[in-house]
């Protein structure tokens, strides 16, 4: 490509430096990220228990004692042509829905370039269609549906091949976007922080910023919207409900923190999906480039690490009771609180300032024309939703308790409660029982069950610089006054 046709593809705003630590940051996240997933699988089973024993005692720690206590599969094992036929079946599945389902259609924000976007929304009715034929057939054969037997018996494979989507996906968008050319019809353009040209860090990123693919019968498909709204997101519920019916089966019954995780994480996505246009001003879909980023945080690290907690319960069932219930209940309503309040807010606001539940609020108006909010929810902290966001997380993870558990096997076995009604092979003539208990690893286990709160509390952090860094180069030292307006970034009065 000559230095001409290099410029010609570049977008309207210039390119701002290198994130997450770079091209070294990038490779370390791109591989680092992934073999979490993995771990977390590996080292919170039910078949030694979470931690493995191992993990307790690492001057015992031998690489054949861990691959028995892991049920490492072997690196072959790690992977299934079938496992990952299933999956891209699940992928067109959501793809058909979106075809054929009715919608919603909108424009996203004015482009670098000046045009718009059309955009189709449906993955509530998707989301919804979906689960109800997966409780028609869980009705029919209870815990048992094949659907919920194959995300357990497969998961590691199932890693595997979403991690593998992702990863094609993202080489697919970094290859194609180099067809990106300035003024182009269909308003193709470049994200501003991904043409570093640094191969690494911008297949990380993102070049392009909105890729779309046309496809016979499924017509145009932004690559983007579909992968942050609908495998990922109903993968997670689906994964949670499989979680549900293990434990059932293991145990006759659901306990109550399992139903109560499961009924947080299933609001909070089905949420999401049903206010799916406020995506369009989100900082994914207006300023960040697609590549493997994004496409494995949609496709791979959300629904794996994010059902965590569900998965952890299925073998090792917590049980609250009324005060436990309440104390949950109370964190997830006062973050959702935090966090909807102050989304809808600005969403009214931006929509119309007149609207009577906003009209009230102060503002500050900058050189741009842009209003930014001095009051109401806005007033307490530049990004005051975050908060929000992760006192939800803390319902997700208090359910667990104080994690961890081991696996214990016995024979001959006198049969008593606690026992898994699975239990029953014989050896030696005798029948074994398999027995679930806390023993030593009792708090260890808490470093997996309550990872999430910690990662997404970094998570938040770092997207709130990201944001500040925007918000920078977009007012200037208009910015630096609304700082002095609204001094507290993320927790009022700490930080």
């Known amino acids: 490509m000559s230095k001409s046709e290099r410029k010609s593809v570049l977008p309207a705003e210039p390119s701002h430096g290198y994130e997450f630590g770079g091209p070294l940051g990038a490779f370390a996240t791109s591989f680092g990220l992934p073999l979490v997933c993995y771990l977390a699988s590996f080292l919170c089973n039910d078949i030694f228990g979470c931690p493995v024993p191992s993990a307790l005692h690492p001057s015992t720690l031998t690489l054949e004692k861990l ?3 892991t049920g490492w599969p072997g690196i072959l094992g790690l992977a299934s042509f079938k ?9 067109f599945f959501s793809l058909f829905l979106q075809a054929v389902l009715p919608g919603v259609e909108s424009e996203g924000v004015v482009l670098s370039s000046g045009g718009r976007l059309k955009y189709k929304f449906n993955a509530f009715n998707s989301a919804v269609l979906t689960l109800t034929v997966a409780l028609a057939g869980t009705v029919y054969q209870g815990p048992d549906f094949p659907l919920w037997t194959f995300i357990w018996d497969n998961y590691t494979q199932l890693i595997t091949a979403n991690l593998a989507i992702a990863f094609t996906t993202a080489c697919f968008v970094y290859v194609r976007s180099f067809s990106v050319k300035k003024g182009d019809p ?43 709204l609908r495998p ?10 499989a979680f549900i019916a293990h434990q059932y089966k293991l145990y006759g019954t659901a306990s109550d923190s399992i139903i109560l995780v499961t009924i947080f994480q ?11 246009p406020a995506i369009l001003t989100t900082m994914d879909i207006t300023t960040d480039g697609f590549g493997f980023m994004l496409a494995f945080g949609d496709l791979a690290w959300l629904p794996f690490i994010y059902s965590i907690q569900a998965r952890y319960l299925a073998v090792h069932p917590v049980h609250l009771g009324f005060l436990g ?11 959702y609180y935090v ?24 503002y500050m108006e900058t050189k741009s024309g842009s209003k930014l909010l001095i009051s109401g929810w806005w007033g307490t902290a530049r990004h005051i939703n975050y908060l929000g966001d992760w006192i939800m997380a803390w319902s997700y993870c ?14 001959p076995a006198p049969i008593q409660g606690g026992q898994s009604p699975a239990d029953g092979s014989i050896v030696g003539g005798a029948p074994v029982a398999t027995e679930v208990v806390q023993g030593e690893a009792r708090g260890y286990g808490m470093a997996i069950t309550y990872f999430y709160v910690l990662y997404f509390a970094i998570l938040l952090i770092h997207r709130e610089m990201r944001d500040e860094e925007k918000c920078k180069r977009k007012y200037g030292k208009d910015w630096d006054e609304y700082r002095k307006k609204v001094p507290w970034r993320i927790v009022p009065g700490v930080y």
């Open 186 to 228: 269909d308003h193709r353009e470049l994200a501003a922080g991904g043409h570093s040209g640094n191969l690494i860090y911008d297949w990380f990123i993102g070049r392009e910023l909105n890729p779309r693919i046309t496809l016979p019968f499924f017509g145009e498909v932004d690559i983007k919207l579909f992968c942050e």
């Open 67 to 69: 691959k028995q206590e």
């Open 339 to 362: 966090f909807r309040g102050s989304n809808n807010e600005k969403n009214r606001f931006r929509t119309d300032p007149n609207d009577p539940k906003v009209a009230h609020l102060k």
């Open 398 to 411: 208090l359910p667990t308790g104080i994690a961890g558990y081991l696996i214990q096997q016995s024979s």
């Open 83 to 91: 496992v990952t036929g299933w999956v891209c079946a699940y992928y």
């Open 266 to 276: 299933a609001g909070y996505v089905l949420d999401a999906l049903w206010m799916e």
């Open 232 to 241: 990922g997101m109903l993968g997670w519920i689906l994964m949670d409900l």
């Open 325 to 335: 219930i309440a104390g949950v209940l109370g964190v997830c309503g006062f973050g």
